[in-house]
């Protein structure tokens, strides 16, 4: 049987921590956090509000 969207879309995993990274102006890093689910390097955002949170995230994906 052939491969369908299904296949690559699926949900595998899902990670809930308390806060999400966001910059002054209220938007969610979500490139950040992409970053830091597959281990890839990351810079710290210059806009970001509260930069302790990036830690929490891989803290919590860490335990998975």
Same mark, same amino acid.
């Given at each position: 049987? %052939?491969?369908?969207? $299904?296949?690559?879309?699926?949900?595998?995993?899902?990670?809930?921590?308390? &806060?999400? @990274?966001? *910059?002054?102006? %209220?938007?969610?890093? $979500?490139?950040?956090?992409?970053?830091?689910?597959?281990?890839?390097?990351? &810079?710290? @955002?210059? *806009?970001?509000?509260?930069?302790?949170?990036?830690?929490?995230?891989?803290?919590?994906?860490?335990?998975?």
């Amino acid at each position: 049987m %052939g491969r369908g969207p $299904r296949d690559y879309a699926s949900f595998k995993t899902a990670t809930v921590v308390p &806060r999400l @990274p966001k *910059t002054r102006s %209220g938007k969610i890093l $979500r490139g950040t956090m992409r970053a830091i689910a597959d281990g890839q390097p990351y &810079r710290m @955002p210059a *806009t970001i509000d509260d930069p302790a949170v990036l830690e929490e995230i891989r803290e919590a994906l860490s335990g998975r």
